[in-house]
Every structure is written in structure tokens, then in C-alpha cells.
């Protein structure tokens, strides 16, 4: 265990990673599912994700395009019950990046993530690759829609104009959006500093957005093994809140 300034007891990992960001200015973090679950929010992948929980059909079959538009009243059952958690809070790791970013530390965050924590916390720069639940659409004339509308609606939502609404969430089949992916890749590419936590980089093209780093420090901070392990400076096998709630921001 080591001292940091303020008497904080930290590990050697940690003591390693604030020395990083305490040296840089040009920091980038990409997050994954495992940022949130410290909220209470689950993931897809683990024992207890929603993978290996049984429904009618696969989660990952739900929550594709072709059944969107095949079964979209199945959609919305599982959409409401299961990926609208906006009773969530900010853990510790989304409060700490948001400082980081406030005192010119962070520069860009980069999330597969749609619960809009990052946002809630306090971070600006946010670049959701995978959407939002808090953004919605008409398919049919554009509309834009809140969080409320779909949620409170009963069945499939529809638009005044007889559209159905759409979450602005990325469903399987689907592409990214463009402007969101180069705009992440520059600022990866950019970066002193590339902070990957909470996500095992399993999911593309989302994942390939690190290959775009040449920086100084690649830092990896994950329960479990994650692709980009090997090509690491700093692995951290730590829960993600507990990791930042250790870290001083400071200018």
C-alpha cells in the first residue's frame, strides 16, 4: 500500500494512475457497461447480465433492427422493463471523470453506454457511440421526443403523425453514428492518456476505436482480462467506482 498526498491509502496500481493523470493534461477515457453496474445498472455479458437471463427470445435478438420493426410491441416490453433504468445514479467513477474533466484533465469521454450517467454527473464532452434512452424519434416525420414519452406509453409509442418512435439507441444491425465514431477517433488519436474501463472491448466496431491511439499511456481497469490487456501500461483489477473514488483531481 502506498501514501498519497492527504494521507490517502491507496495500491500501487492506483498510486501509478495518479501519477499518470497528475502528468497529463490530455486525458481520454472509453467506458463500457461495467461503468454503470456500480449504479445498478446491469450488464449484458456476465453471470448475472441479461444475456443469462431467460425471456421469450434472446436479449440480443430483442434488441436487434429486424425485430424492432418484425415484433416491436415485444420490443417496448423488454425496452421498458430493462434498459430504461433512469432511477440511476452516478456512482463514483462517472463523479471523479467529471471533476477530471472540469479541471482540465479529461478531454473527451467515450461510452457504449445509453444511461446519459456520464451527462448526469457532470461531464460535458460525452460522445455516446450507442445512443441515448434519453433522446427518441418519429420513424416517420422526425419528431423528437423525451425519455417520458416512451416510457409512460402503453404498447408501441406513436407519433402524432401515426409514426412509431424510435429510441435513439443503436440496435443490432444497425451502424454507428459517423460523426460520433470520427469524432471519437480523434480524440483517442489525440490523447496523451487512454483510460479504457469497465468494458472487456468485445464489442465492434466500437472496440477498434482504440487501435487509433498513439499516446503516451494505455491504462486498463477491468475486473476481468480485457482484449487490449497485452498492450497495456497499467492493468488495474480494481471495481471501477472504487478505483476513481481514490484519485485527487487536481489542476
Same mark, same amino acid.
Given at each position: 500500500?502506498?501514501?498519497?498526498k492527504?494521507?490517502?491509502?491507496?495500491?500501487?496500481?492506483?498510486?501509478?494512475?495518479?501519477k499518470?493523470?497528475?502528468?497529463?493534461? @490530455?486525458?481520454?477515457?472509453?467506458?463500457?457497461?461495467?461503468?454503470?453496474?456500480?449504479?445498478?445498472?446491469?450488464? $449484458?455479458?456476465?453471470?448475472?447480465?441479461?444475456?443469462?437471463?431467460?425471456?421469450?427470445y434472446?436479449?440480443?435478438?430483442?434488441?436487434?433492427?429486424?425485430?424492432?420493426?418484425?415484433?416491436?410491441?415485444?420490443?417496448?416490453? $423488454?425496452?421498458?422493463?430493462?434498459?430504461?433504468?433512469? &432511477?440511476?445514479?452516478?456512482?463514483?467513477?462517472?463523479?471523479k471523470?467529471?471533476?477530471?474533466?472540469?479541471?482540465?484533465?479529461?478531454?473527451?469521454?467515450?461510452?457504449?453506454?445509453?444511461?446519459?450517467?456520464?451527462?448526469?454527473?457532470?461531464?460535458e464532452?460525452?460522445?455516446?457511440?450507442?445512443?441515448?434512452?434519453?433522446?427518441?424519434?418519429?420513424?416517420?416525420?422526425?419528431?423528437?421526443?423525451?425519455?417520458?414519452?416512451?416510457?409512460?406509453?402503453?404498447?408501441?409509442?406513436?407519433?402524432?403523425c401515426?409514426?412509431?418512435?424510435?429510441?435513439?439507441?443503436v440496435?443490432?444491425?444497425? @451502424?454507428?453514428?459517423d460523426?460520433?465514431?470520427?469524432?471519437?477517433?480523434?480524440? +483517442?488519436?489525440?490523447?496523451?492518456?487512454?483510460?479504457?474501463?469497465? &468494458?472487456?472491448?468485445?464489442?465492434?466496431?466500437?472496440?477498434?476505436?482504440?487501435?487509433? $491511439?498513439?499516446?503516451?499511456?494505455?491504462?486498463?481497469?477491468?475486473?476481468?482480462?480485457?482484449?487490449?490487456?497485452?498492450?497495456?501500461?497499467?492493468?488495474?483489477?480494481?471495481?471501477?467506482?472504487?478505483?476513481?473514488?481514490? +484519485?485527487?483531481?487536481k489542476?
Amino acid at each position: 500500500m502506498y501514501n498519497l498526498k492527504g494521507g490517502v491509502v491507496v495500491t500501487k496500481e492506483v498510486a501509478e494512475l495518479q501519477k499518470i493523470i497528475d502528468n497529463h493534461d @490530455n486525458i481520454v477515457f472509453f467506458g463500457g457497461a461495467g461503468v454503470s453496474t456500480e449504479s445498478g445498472i446491469p450488464d $449484458f455479458r456476465s453471470k448475472d447480465g441479461l444475456y443469462n437471463q431467460k425471456y421469450k427470445y434472446p436479449p440480443e435478438t430483442i434488441l436487434s433492427n429486424m425485430f424492432f420493426y418484425r415484433r416491436p410491441e415485444e420490443f417496448f416490453r $423488454f425496452y421498458r422493463d430493462k434498459m430504461i433504468c433512469d &432511477t440511476a445514479k452516478p456512482n463514483a467513477a462517472h463523479l471523479k471523470l467529471a471533476e477530471l474533466e472540469h479541471v482540465g484533465k479529461v478531454k473527451a469521454i467515450v461510452t457504449q453506454n445509453i444511461d446519459g450517467l456520464h451527462q448526469m454527473a457532470g461531464s460535458e464532452n460525452v460522445l455516446e457511440l450507442h445512443g441515448s434512452i434519453y433522446r427518441n424519434h418519429c420513424k416517420k416525420c422526425g419528431r423528437e421526443y423525451g425519455l417520458d414519452t416512451v416510457k409512460n406509453s402503453e404498447g408501441v409509442p406513436k407519433c402524432e403523425c401515426g409514426g412509431i418512435i424510435k429510441p435513439d439507441v443503436v440496435l443490432y444491425g444497425e @451502424n454507428l453514428n459517423d460523426d460520433v465514431m470520427n469524432r471519437a477517433a480523434k480524440a +483517442i488519436n489525440e490523447a496523451q492518456v487512454l483510460i479504457v474501463g469497465g &468494458t472487456s472491448l468485445s464489442v465492434w466496431p466500437a472496440a477498434s476505436l482504440i487501435d487509433y $491511439f498513439r499516446g503516451n499511456h494505455l491504462i486498463v481497469i477491468n475486473k476481468t482480462p480485457a482484449e487490449r490487456d497485452s498492450f497495456a501500461d497499467l492493468i488495474i483489477r480494481e471495481p471501477i467506482g472504487g478505483v476513481f473514488s481514490q +484519485i485527487v483531481a487536481k489542476k
